[in-house]
């Protein structure tokens, strides 16, 4: 991240001790920040599949498992074609 700014959130307590007994108190900004990077990262992948639904058919299940081995570099499918 190139800069910060504090921000005040609410969480359900259960949900912020489970992130700060995993992480500790110094990691606790830095694990809410990516959570929230993959967040968005998930929500634009989302409109961009919906996108290309709303002018093509819909995206099939072995195309998405094959996009999945693409991202991962799964070369697996690779040897048993």
């Known amino acids: ?3 910060s700014k ?3 959130v ?3 307590e ?3 001790e489970a992130v700060r007994s995993h992480v500790g108190s110094g990691g606790f900004s830095a694990y809410v920040a990516e959570a ?3 967040k968005v ?3 634009k992948l989302r409109e961009l599949v ?3 639904e709303t002018d093509n058919d819909e995206v099939s299940r072995a195309s998405v ?7 991962r570099h799964d070369h697996r499918q690779d040897a048993v074609a």
């Not at 498992?65 to 991202?71: D, I, K």
């Open 41 to 43: 990262a998930m929500d």
């Open 6 to 8: 504090k921000y005040s």
């Open 1 to 3: 991240m190139s800069s």
């Open 36 to 38: 929230l990077e993959q």
């Open 14 to 16: 259960a949900l912020a």
């Open 50 to 52: 919906t996108d290309f």
């Open 65 to 71: 498992e094959t996009a999945r081995g693409v991202l």
């Open 10 to 12: 609410s969480l359900p």
